[in-house]
């Protein structure tokens, strides 16, 4: 899916959709995807990776 920084009208894909201009005022930035996106992407790489699940069903060690 292609998307489109409205303040600046740069193209981008999903895979690379990266907000530039976090700190600059933006009047788009409320309904932007791409700043939604960066933003769940440093919130999950904040929370680390999830715990993963052994055969037996139990959890992982952190």
Do not use: Q
């Not at 907000?19 to 992407?41: D, G, P, Q, W």
Request: charged share 35%; net charge negative; hydrophobic share 30%.
């Amino acid at each position: 899916m292609e998307l489109i920084c409205e303040k600046y009208k740069v193209m981008m894909t999903e895979a690379e959709a990266e907000c530039a201009h976090l700190v600059e005022h933006c009047k788009f930035r409320s309904a932007c995807i791409i700043n939604f996106m960066t933003r769940e992407r440093a919130r999950e790489a904040r929370r680390g990776p999830e715990p993963t699940e052994n055969p037996d069903g139990s959890e992982s060690p952190k």
